[in-house]
């Protein structure tokens, strides 16, 4: 357990926190599989570059990664002053969410589980050196 005061505790774990400008989607009515397909063809590339992969990607989480790297890029321009030329995607993830449950009726009277996934994409921006 850490010692010291509270405050200490907390400029402590803030020191540690990552400064790198990011945008998160919650709850993303997407799998995380569906989203990988996606986020592994921009992962590392610069944002004009994954913006052009993104636009012509015909999978449906391309158009909400799409959204969700514009975000981050207003991110890093407005809140870090950083310049667009320079960025790129150094992360890109999604975590498994929430799984919906509903029921689809069968033959004989039997029901079957339908699970609806949902997931959270993340897309952490970095400058280039």
């Known amino acids: 357990m850490a010692k010291g005061h509270r405050s200490q505790i907390k400029r402590e774990r803030n020191a540690q926190k990552d400064t790198r400008p990011s945008a998160k989607l919650s709850y993303a009515r997407v799998s995380v599989q569906k989203a990988c397909f996606v986020l592994d ?15 012509y990607n015909p999978r449906y989480a391309s158009s909400l990664i799409k959204k969700l790297l514009e975000s981050a890029i207003a991110n890093a321009e407005n809140n870090n002053g950083m310049n667009t030329e320079n960025l790129y995607v150094a992360e890109c993830f999604a975590n498994k969410g929430p799984t919906m449950k509903r029921v689809k009726p069968r033959a004989q009277g039997r029901a079957y589980r339908i699970e609806k996934r949902m997931s959270h994409i993340t897309i952490v921006l970095d400058e280039k050196k």
């Open 41 to 55: 063809a921009i992962r590392g590339k610069d944002v004009q570059t994954a913006l052009g992969i993104l636009e």
